[in-house]
């Protein structure tokens, strides 16, 4: 076997010249001194158009690939620049790297894989290289991989959600498929204009085609949803629903514990001071399913039944509404409605409050039950989505964040590269 084979074989690399092969022994890594083939041409880097040389741009440029063994290796080859005629100079394409990029291809592709696959500590250690660094390969892995699938064939039914990031502070708009549960569409914002790029990326008669949308009850969503998808039939979240109720249960619980500290300041110590700390661990025993309560947990809930007969009674009408949701299309009418009534006399302002703002979204509530969104789907997008803005802590835009959560959830993952 000819070495230039063997070498081309090695660096993974195509419509590739390798000229020389050194071992710099200073900076312990290998260098392959490459130029593009002939036949690869002078393109623009950033369109692949034939174009005529330009200059010599900045001369020499190095792009890290793949390590051979346990030694990192560079590609280093001129980088002249070409005068596009639509980008005017531009620096010439290269056959072994993204435009702009300074890693290869391949090098992209394994850390699109592994940023999929495993922890942050492992991807930067393995490949040394920032979290910032994945954060920018993704971010460029992913706008390749978008233009090559169209992910909004056959859309129908779709989920419209806001998650927070950057420990709350900053907003993305989601889409996601009722149907496949993939991750559609993502963008940094949660408003109208916002809303507006989604729909506008989709297409007038893509809209047209839309028959469901799910969104958690937000007006702006509702508002832009009514204009540019007027056919859909629109649905409240359930997932989002049972949450109101668990967050009126909280507060519910809040109070009871405040006014239990309270008497514990007034100097009724002893009992009341247990009492105080025994709620506040109540908390994930009023949070839970019943069907995944621990034995402790149903001990906590009894003792709560026993000793304050109000948080139990906001309990339960948190249960029988998110029983509401378990139920056949004909009895959940019947039983929301009861529902209603009977949060709106139960003198807990908390639900008083939730039973208005149930009846404000009585008829998306009765939609997503009679089309049967299911609420597990979005509930477990969600919750991955919300693991990815965790891991995603430290990138410096919204782009790899994104990039990070579609490559992960929108059903195309990354490959290896070399591979099938
Ligand atoms: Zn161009």
Known sequence: MRSVTLWRALLGVQKTVIESIEYDEDEQVLVAQVRPTRRAGSRCGRCQRRSPWYDRGEGRRRWRTLDLGTVPVYLEAD??????????????????????????????????????????????????????????????????????????????????????????????????????????????????????????????????????????????????????????????????IVKWATEALDEVRRQAWNQARGAVNQRRAGRASGHAKALKHARYALWKNPENLTDRQQAKLAWVAKTDPRLHRAYLLKEGLRLVFQLPYDQAVEALDRWIGWARRCRIQAFVDLQRRIIKHRDSILAAIEHGLSNGRIESVNTKIRLITRVAFGFRSPEALIALAMLNLGGHRPTLPGRK
């Open 79 to 240: 980088a002249p620049r070409v005068n596009c005629r639509t980008h005017g100079p531009t620096v010439r394409a290269v056959p072994w790297a993204r435009h702009a990029a300074g890693h290869t291809t391949v090098f992209d592709e394994q850390v699109a894989w592994l940023a999929t696959q495993c922890s942050k500590t492992a991807v930067t250690e393995l490949m040394r290289i920032a979290w910032r660094t994945v954060g920018a390969i993704i971010t460029r892995v992913w706008a390749d991989v978008e233009k090559l699938h169209d992910r909004f064939a056959g859309l129908k039914r779709i989920g419209i959600d806001e998650i927070s990031y950057k420990r709350g502070h900053r907003y993305l708009t989601v889409v996601v498929d009722h149907d496949s549960g993939r991750l559609v569409w993502a963008a940094p914002g949660r408003d109208k204009a916002t809303l507006n790029l989604f729909f506008d990326a989709l297409g007038e008669q893509r809209c047209a085609q839309i028959t469901h949308v799910s969104a958690d009850g937000a007006d702006w969503i509702a508002d832009v949803v009514a204009e540019r998808a007027p056919n859909a039939v629109r649905c409240a979240d359930p997932f989002h």
